[in-house]
Nanobody, 122 residues
Framework: VQLQASGGGLVQAGGSLRLSCAVSGGTFRDYAMGWFRQGLGQEREFVAAISWTGGSIDYADSVKGRFTISRDNAQSKVDLQMSDLKPEDTAVYYC????????????????WGQGTLVTVSS
């Protein structure tokens, strides 16, 4: 299974970005999908996750109300719409996949993309 994240870039505080993750090499609807991020010198942390049906969604408290995760099973992709971005959102963002909608720690996800850098300037 291969995951390819895209859409990162430089944005001013208060701005928006949309990340996308294309999945290939597996049966996309088998997987719950998530987004994680890792700031410089920090541990990788959970951002958002969505079940294979889209019926279950979870967000980190720090992004609730600002970020929206969605998926398109026909196109085998998952998106993360980020709004009202803050400098503390600066990080490399990773998409990840796992079987089942369970614990949200990085070690519970089997498949990972390469990451895309989001930089929010103040």
């Amino acid at each position: 299974v291969q995951l390819q994240a895209s859409g990162g870039g430089l944005v001013q505080a208060g701005g928006s970005l949309r990340l996308s993750c294309a999945v290939s090499g597996g049966t996309f609807r088998d997987y719950a999908m998530g987004w994680f991020r890792q700031g410089l010198g920090q541990e990788r942390e959970f951002v958002a996750a969505i079940s294979w049906t889209g019926g279950s969604i979870d967000y980190a408290d720090s992004v609730k109300g600002r970020f929206t995760i969605s998926r398109d099973n026909a196109q085998s992709k998952v998106d993360l719409q980020m709004s009202d971005l803050k400098p503390e959102d600066t990080a490399v963002y990773y998409c990840a996949g796992r079987y089942g909608f369970g614990p949200k720690k990085p070690q519970h996800f089997e498949y990972w993309g390469q990451g895309t850098l989001v930089t929010v300037s103040s």
